[in-house]
């Protein structure tokens, strides 16, 4: 049963526009978020997270939108640059829950290509 | 630099044959993970540790050992391998457990 799910395997879009990566959730406990960005042959590296009492962080970017009702999130990435390639995972924990493991729960990922 | 140092980068081995994947990190986090990464399932959590000597179950725990004997590392062990363990395995840090947690380079597995 996959809790996250980032249901378009690849993206591909033009430089300077902007890269929209989603994901879904199902599990209701989940109240904090986060994308890591991954390139070959390297480990994820985190990118951007939010909290479940907020509906948006921006960084540079990055931006990401967290709607709660619908259980999904996104990624807004602008402009986007070639640099930008890689694989997005989201993840998901529960931070307050008091079986707070630690674990995050990661999506299959994205692969976005970003063409010059 | 504050790094996930993984050894090695890539094994290739048979069936049965013992092997310990090393993780070590240099930020003095308490919480440590393994995951593996296979197509199509994204990362999957093995097994994590909260502190010096306290480990658990992650989703995916069968097959694998760990011990955290020390802050700084969580060694990853098989004790008979299987073909079905071949992966790309990453281990991972943070300092508060569900936090961004900061991931080694990967280790790739081949079990033949």
């Known amino acids: 049963d996959q809790q996250v799910k980032q249901n378009s395997p690849s993206l591909s879009v033009q430089e300077g526009r902007i890269s929209i990566l989603n994901c879904d959730y199902t599990n209701s406990m989940f109240d904090y978020f986060l994308w890591y960005k991954k390139y070959p042959a390297e480990g994820p590296t985190f990118l951007i997270s939010i909290s479940s009492i907020k509906d948006k962080n921006e960084d540079g970017r990055f931006t990401v939108f967290l709607n709660k009702s619908a259980k999904h999130l996104s990624l807004h990435i602008v402009p986007s640059q070639p640099g930008d390639s890689a694989v997005y995972f989201c993840?998901?924990?529960?931070?307050?829950?008091?079986?707070?493991?630690?674990?995050?729960?990661f999506g299959q990922g994205t692969t976005l290509q970003v063409k010059p | 630099e504050a790094q996930v140092t993984q050894n090695p980068r890539y094994l290739i081995t048979v069936t049965g044959k013992k092997l310990t994947v090393t993780c070590s990190q240099n930020m003095n986090h308490e919480y440590m993970s393994w995951y593996r990464q296979d197509p199509g399932l994204g990362l999957r959590q093995i097994y994590y540790s909260m502190n010096v000597e306290v480990t658990d179950k992650g989703d995916v725990p069968e097959g694998y050992k760990v011990s955290r004997k020390e802050k700084r590392n969580f060694p990853l062990i098989l004790e008979s391998p299987s073909p079905n363990q071949t992966s790309l395995y990453f281990c991972?840090?943070?300092?508060?457990?569900?936090?961004?947690?900061?991931f080694g380079d990967g280790t790739r597995l081949s079990i033949l």
């Open positions: 991972a840090s943070s300092f508060v457990k569900g936090g961004p947690q900061h």
């Open positions: 993840a998901a924990s529960a931070l307050v829950s008091s079986s707070n493991t630690g674990k995050l729960i």
